[in-house]
């Protein structure tokens, strides 16, 4: 079974911190994918990777960027979190753009 | 932007009723999944049509594809209260260089 991990749950930070997300696929995926859900406006694509230090912008880039070092994990930063990024993270993996997206268990972030 | 808009919103049904929800789109499509999200996870997928096909089945699930009115249906039969969960659709465009978007997602409650 393909296993999507993200590195938290739930996190806690200050405005202004910056902040990493962190997120490990075990199935050789090419690619991998970062979306924030947001009650009534659903998932929205922030970036994606389609090979190792490859990336493009999604929908919503602004205020994050991306490193995927190692083919298996993709981070998400969020150089100076603001009140407004308080949402529900989701990572994605698959082989093609349009197959099957395998998703991690989501981290909500919450910025006071 | 938007592609897919699912409809209801939200559906309240009985368990062993059937639950339909319904996908519409706006351009050409390579192919549409369903994903199901229990409260506060990650999507788990459920099925991937492609646009050469009009119907397809997964034990109680059913997904028919109409690429003449854009629309796709996701019937649930012999509901139970574990199928409690968001539903979203997933289309693939085949206009260009692009990745899955993502619906707004039917909340589905099912009572015992």
């Known amino acids: 079974d393909v296993k999507v991990t993200q590195s938290s749950r739930y996190l806690v930070k200050r405005t202004g911190e910056k902040v990493f997300l962190e997120c490990v696929q075990d199935?050789?995926?090419?690619?991998m994918f970062w979306y924030r859900q947001d009650p009534g406006l659903g998932l929205r694509l922030i970036y994606f990777?389609?090979?190792?230090?490859?990336?493009e912008k999604g929908d919503i880039p602004e205020g994050y960027s991306v490193s995927r070092e190692k083919k298996e994990r993709f981070s998400l930063i969020l150089e100076s979190a603001s009140t407004n990024q308080t949402s529900m993270y989701l990572c994605?993996?698959?082989?093609?753009?349009?197959?099957?997206?395998?998703f991690g268990p989501g981290t909500r972030l919450l910025v006071l | 932007s938007q592609q897919g808009e699912e409809d209801p919103q939200a559906l309240s049904i009985q368990e062993g009723e059937n639950a339909t929800m319904n996908c519409s789109y706006k351009t050409s499509i390579n192919n549409l999944q369903w994903y199901r999200q229990n409260s506060g996870r990650g999507l788990v997928h459920l099925i991937l049509i492609r646009s050469n096909e009009r119907e397809k089945h997964s034990g109680r699930l059913r997904v028919t594809l109409d690429t003449s009115k854009k629309s796709s249906s996701l019937l649930i039969t012999a509901s139970r209260a574990a199928d409690t969960a968001s539903y979203f659709c997933?289309?693939?465009?085949?206009?260009?260089?692009?990745?899955?978007?993502f619906g707004k997602g039917t909340m589905l409650l099912v009572s015992p």
């Open positions: 199935m050789d995926h090419e690619n």
């Open positions: 990777s389609y090979d190792v230090k490859m990336k």
């Open positions: 997933a289309t693939g465009s085949n206009s260009g260089y692009s990745t899955l978007t």
């Open positions: 994605a993996s698959s082989y093609g753009f349009q197959e099957t997206q395998y």
